[in-house]
């Protein structure tokens, strides 16, 4: 099999698709698969690495920190020249130009579908009304354009499922996967000292930081000995040392490299990953991977990850996100380490890769030798 992968909106809060994405096409090539990966960037270059050969297309800034391919014509150009047997989209809005092209030329295109557009346009808009006409529009020409819709979680389904199955367009639920062993426990701390909450990720709206910061105040009020280390960047920043006040959060801004994340991980009592318009939840892979617990919200697609052996889960609220943290603390630590990490070890991403291959074996055509 030939397979493109083509991740198009790059910018901060891109970080799990590209991780997904990455892992995914390292798979590809682990299984004999010629993968080629187009990705947005300042200038047309090309490069090869161990997972394959990556084309960047020229693509202009949107907003400070963003690239998005707006010139689809450029991306259709390079797969007339790899010739792949199937395409696989990480992205909803400017390639279905790609979905077109698969089909005039017999070759399978594949959505992988990261967001709900409607939570993420209500998270980022704080409205959703006047943008659900526009997002079911949007929905029905994804579903009549691609082949096969992929999913990450149940969760995630619900917005596409009405369309597709109108449209008879199948869509399958394939979970992301955590390495387990960069995320790893790095054994126990000793007895005594304060909760040690953690949260990494974009401090940005759209991923709840607020709640979290909310939840360790909340905590920090009933008097609970309580410490939240926050992990990420974002321009929310100011308002969420705002609202920690005099309650013992510290900010310490972007972690560099993985391996260190994975470390601070390991180093917590308690993950918050509370953000209810979650698809999937790879930080909650990671941490459960490192033996830390985590405390999510009773809806969204990070829910379906934790059990209550590992974590627990609440409405998106500092109350009761509060006594969430306080039944898993409750929990004697090697017991709730030991389930997390169990928990974790189901999503190997193997599992991940293998599940997507079979989707794209489904799909896979000769490509025509002819234009047209």
Not at 2 to 9: D, G, P
Not at 85 to 91: K, P, R
Not at 329 to 334: F, G, S, T
Not at 348 to 361: A, E, F, G, K, Y
């Amino acid at each position: 099999m030939r397979i493109v992968q083509l991740a198009n909106f790059v910018g901060p809060t891109s970080g799990g698709m590209k991780t997904a994405v990455e892992a995914i096409g390292a798979g590809y090539v682990r299984h004999g698969v010629e993968r080629l990966l187009v990705v947005p960037g300042a200038r047309d270059d090309r490069w090869s690495t161990e997972h394959g050969d990556v084309v960047q297309v020229r693509a202009p800034r949107v907003g400070d920190h963003y690239r998005l391919i707006v010139e689809p014509w450029r991306v259709l150009d390079v797969l007339e020249s790899f010739g792949p047997t199937s395409v696989e989209v990480h992205d909803k809005t400017t390639l279905l130009p790609v979905a077109r092209w698969a089909r005039r030329r017999q070759v399978g295109a594949v959505l992988f579908s990261h967001e709900r557009m409607s939570d993420m346009m209500a998270m980022r808009t704080r409205r959703d009304a006047s943008a659900k006409v526009s997002i079911a529009l949007l929905n029905r020409v994804l579903v009549r354009s691609f082949d096969q819709v992929v999913v990450t979680s149940d969760f995630a389904r619900e917005e596409l499922a009405p369309a597709a199955g109108a449209a008879g367009c199948p869509v399958v639920t394939v979970p992301l996967g955590v390495d387990l062993e960069r995320f790893r426990a790095r054994g126990h701390r000793r007895p005594g000292g304060p909760v040690r909450l953690v949260l990494a990720g974009r401090l940005s709206r759209e991923k709840s930081p607020h709640l979290a910061v909310a939840t360790a105040v909340e905590l920090h009020r009933r008097g609970v000995d309580v410490r939240l280390d926050v992990y990420g960047t974002g321009p929310h920043l100011d308002e969420l040392q705002a609202l920690a006040g005099s309650a013992p959060v510290t900010f310490h801004g972007h972690v560099a490299g993985r391996d260190e994340l994975a470390a601070r991980l390991a180093a917590a009592d308690v993950a918050l990953s509370v953000c209810p318009s979650e698809t999937f939840g790879l930080a909650v892979l990671e941490a459960l991977a490192c033996g830390t617990p985590v405390v999510t919200a009773d809806v969204g697609g990070a829910r379906e990850l934790v059990h209550e052996s590992c974590g627990a889960w609440a409405a998106p609220d500092p109350v009761a996100l509060a006594d969430a943290v306080q039944r898993v603390v409750a929990v004697p630590v090697r017991t709730r380490r030991r389930a997390a990490r169990q928990r974790a070890e189901r999503y190997p991403w193997s599992t991940t890769v293998d599940q997507m291959l079979s989707v794209h074996r489904a799909w896979a055509r000769p490509r025509l030798t002819t234009a047209g």
